[in-house]
C-alpha cells in the first residue's frame, strides 16, 4: 500500500476555496486515490476518487497530475460545517477479493471559521 | 435508513470485565470491518471479513475476536479488557462489485476502560 502523507491540520474562513494537497510517492499502477470525511462523533464518509486528471462531484474536486505522485482536494466556498478531517487513501482498484485493505492515516484537520 | 447500526454508543467498562460491540448491516454488503480510533493515530483495523464464515486479522487484532455467522452481523468481542483497549470503535461494510475503496461506516462505540 502507498504511503499517503498531508498536512495535520488547516485553517479557513467562509466562503474560501480551500486545498489539500497529499503526497503519494510510490503509488502503484492500479492504485486509486480515495478522500474521506469525517466529522465529529461520526464515521467517516466517502466523498470522491479518482484514477488521474480531475474529478468533480457534487462535494468536491480531485486534481491528480500525471505522474500521480500527490493529488489535490479542493473544496469550493466551505462553510462551518465543512469542518472536519479528511483522509486520503491510496488503494487497489480490484475488489475481486471482496475485502479492501485501507490505510487510514491521522488526516488533515480543517478547521473553518466564520 | 439503511446501513451501519452500531450499539452500545457508548459503554464504560472495568477492567477484565468481556464485551461485546454489536454491528449489523442492512446492505447485504459481503465484506465488513472494525477499526479503532484513537487520537493521534488515526483509524486502525482490527479484523475484517470477506465473506459469512470467514474472519481475517487486521492490523492491530490481539486482545480482540469476530465472528461472522451471517452476512448482516459482525460482532466484536473484547474477552478480557484493558485499559488500552479505550477507544472509539467503528464497524463498516463494502461491497464486492462497484466502486473500490468505499466503505460505508457506522456512527461508532465509544469504550471506555477504567
Known amino acids: 500500500l502507498a504511503k499517503t502523507t498531508q498536512p495535520i491540520s488547516m485553517d479557513s474562513y467562509e466562503g474560501q476555496e480551500v486545498n489539500i494537497t497529499c503526497s503519494h510517492n510510490?503509488?502503484?499502477?492500479?492504485?486509486?486515490i480515495t478522500w474521506y470525511q469525517q466529522f465529529p462523533s461520526q464515521g467517516p464518509r466517502f466523498i470522491i476518487q479518482g484514477y488521474k486528471t480531475k474529478v468533480t462531484n457534487e462535494v468536491a474536486s480531485l486534481f491528480i497530475p500525471a505522474d500521480r505522485k500527490s493529488s489535490t482536494l479542493s473544496l469550493p466556498r466551505v462553510s462551518l460545517s465543512d469542518t472536519a478531517v479528511y483522509y486520503c487513501l491510496a488503494h487497489q482498484g480490484s475488489v475481486n477479493t471482496g475485502f479492501q485493505k485501507l490505510v487510514f492515516g491521522t488526516g488533515t484537520r480543517l478547521l473553518v471559521s466564520p | 435508513i439503511a446501513g451501519i447500526t452500531q450499539a452500545p454508543t457508548s459503554q464504560i467498562l472495568a477492567a477484565g470485565r468481556r464485551m461485546t460491540l454489536r454491528c449489523t448491516q442492512d446492505m447485504r454488503h459481503n465484506a465488513m470491518y472494525w477499526y479503532r480510533q484513537d487520537l493521534g493515530l488515526g483509524l486502525r483495523l482490527i479484523h475484517y471479513s470477506n465473506t459469512a464464515g470467514t474472519t481475517g486479522k487486521g492490523e492491530v487484532p490481539d486482545g480482540y475476536s469476530v465472528s461472522r455467522a451471517n452476512t448482516d452481523d459482525f460482532p466484536l468481542t473484547l474477552a478480557s479488557a484493558v485499559p488500552s483497549q479505550t477507544s472509539v470503535y467503528f464497524c463498516?461494510?463494502?461491497?464486492?462489485?462497484?466502486?473500490?475503496?468505499?466503505?460505508?461506516f457506522g456512527e461508532g462505540s465509544r469504550l471506555t476502560v477504567l
Open positions: 510510490n503509488i502503484a499502477t492500479n492504485d486509486y
Open positions: 463498516a461494510s463494502s461491497r464486492t462489485s462497484g466502486r473500490s475503496g468505499e466503505l460505508f
